[in-house]
């Protein structure tokens, strides 16, 4: 059964360093998502992406983020200047549609931690 | 500011009871309400519900929406330990591919 897929599982970095979390969507997919779950607090909405533009970003997605299509299979979400609150699970999504097929398939997610 | 409201925020069952979970909500144009189960790690997609009064069903779960009271409710009969999850809601807003959580309902099912 396909599946998104997310590397690395775990990354660890210093405050103000940039990381890069990489999602593989589902293949025939074409909106994509990121989200963010602080330990112990509810998913949070950050971006997501449709036709290699953002559709939509919520109030968590400034200047700091930025995601990015790079080829026909990837999608990425640079964080620039890492702060210790970045640290949290970040999820990547799929869904083959919008509408009536927006059933979204989640990642295992990428646990960042700011040092 | 678009929100999602569940309860009870946790509940704890023994094997064979119903549990009823609870979402409402407030978005500025409402397109579809979402529940999810997450268990370890990332969120597996339940049911997606868009008119209000038709039941949408799988297995031992089933849920409902009503757009005129603003919730949802999700029925788990016959419980299992493998039941045992956070339970989360979202809706998507119409201004495009925009979710909002709630803070999830997590469940424990004793044997």
């Known amino acids: 059964e396909p599946e998104v897929t997310q590397t690395p599982s775990h990354q660890v970095t210093q405050m103000g360093q940039e990381v890069i979390l990489r999602c593989v969507p589902i293949s025939n997919h074409l909106y994509f998502y990121w989200y963010r779950q602080i330990l112990g607090q509810k998913v949070e909405f950050l971006v997501s992406?449709?036709?290699?533009?953002?559709?939509?970003k919520s109030e968590i997605f400034d200047d700091q983020f930025s995601v990015e299509r790079p080829d026909g299979s990837n999608f990425t979400l640079k964080i620039r200047s890492t702060k210790l609150e970045d640290s949290a699970m970040y999820f990547c999504?799929?869904?083959?549609?919008?509408?009536?097929?927006?059933?979204?398939?989640f990642g295992p997610g990428t646990r960042l931690t700011v040092l | 500011e678009d929100k999602v409201v569940q309860s009870p925020l946790s509940l704890v069952v023994h094997e064979g009871d119903t549990v009823t979970l609870n979402c409402s909500y407030e978005?500025?144009?409402?397109?579809?309400l979402l529940w999810y189960k997450q268990e370890k790690k990332a969120p597996t997609f339940l049911f997606m519900l868009?008119?209000?009064?038709i039941e949408k069903k799988s297995g031992r779960l089933s849920s409902i929406l009503d757009k005129k009271e603003l919730f949802s409710i999700l029925n788990i009969t016959a419980t299992q330990t493998g039941d045992s999850a956070i339970y989360l809601c979202a809706v998507e807003n119409n201004y495009g591919q925009n979710f909002v959580f709630g803070p999830g309902t997590r469940l424990s099912v004793l044997p």
């Open positions: 978005v500025t144009n409402f397109r579809s």
């Open positions: 992406f449709y036709n290699n533009e953002i559709s939509e």
């Open positions: 999504a799929s869904s083959p549609g919008a509408g009536l097929y927006n059933e979204q398939f």
């Open positions: 868009t008119s209000s009064g």
